[in-house]
């Protein structure tokens, strides 16, 4: 089972500010993604970090708000540019398992986001 | 548009078994899955069926019927520590989920 790791844990920013999330597998993965998650709400898939190419982005997500990098394997940034307080909310990186073709997701545990 | 709706609420007694409905209407369709999440952790996966039937996992099971675009989740033998939130999720592309809106299930002595 992969292990996932995120940085910060939780954070609290000023609004117009910008905050760069940053997210670990412990072994190589081909895809991670990135959600948003209100408190007792769903999860919103952001975008998907391709290694090698350009994210992919979601309707109503873009790139100038969430740019994101996956220099390598096991590795990914997600940054809230230019913060406002209706970024407030949990986000959460995520890779497939290996070997279940995409079907079982693991999950990081949350950066908590707050903005003033 | 996309939706998958799941009652916002479930209370159920320890021991006792519960069920979680999931309908579903997306523009594609892989697989349905369930995960829980407890508060303040992280999404863990419980179970994914892309074919119709049962499928069974200990004290958990899911049950799937792509005709009529709907799933449930039963959880036998309740315990205290199933209370948590299980959301529905459609597998919509090659590797994209879309959530459902979740359901809060406590278990009470």
């Known amino acids: 089972s992969a292990v996932i790791s995120q940085k910060p844990s939780r954070d609290i920013c000023q609004r117009g500010t910008s905050l760069t999330i940053q997210c670990q597998v412990d072994?190589?993965?081909?895809?991670m993604f990135w959600y948003r998650q209100q408190p007792g709400q769903s999860l919103t898939l952001i975008a998907t970090?391709?290694?090698?190419?350009?994210?992919?982005?979601e309707s109503g997500f873009v790139i100038d708000k969430f740019p994101i990098s996956r220099p390598n394997l096991t590795f990914s940034t997600l940054t809230v540019s230019n913060m406002s307080p209706e970024d407030s909310s949990i986000y959460l990186c995520s890779a497939p398992r290996d070997g279940t073709g995409g079907n079982e997701q693991f999950f990081g545990p949350g950066t908590r986001l707050t903005v003033l | 548009g996309q939706s998958l709706e799941q009652p916002s609420e479930v209370t159920a007694v320890e021991g006792a078994i519960v069920q979680i409905n999931c309908t579903y209407q997306t523009s594609g369709f892989y697989g349905l899955s369930w995960y829980q999440q407890h508060d303040g952790g992280a999404p863990t996966f419980l179970s994914y069926?892309?074919?119709?039937g049962l499928e069974e996992t200990g004290r958990f099971s899911s049950f799937l019927s792509r005709s009529d675009s709907y799933g449930y989740l039963l959880l036998q033998e309740l315990q205290m520590k199933d209370s948590a939130s299980y959301f529905c999720?459609?597998?919509?592309?090659?590797?994209?989920?879309?959530f459902g809106t979740g359901t809060r299930l406590t278990v009470i002595p």
């Open positions: 999720a459609v597998r919509t592309g090659a590797n994209n989920l879309f």
């Open positions: 970090a391709n290694q090698g190419s350009e994210a992919t982005y």
């Open positions: 069926n892309a074919l119709d």
């Open positions: 072994s190589q993965v081909t895809m």
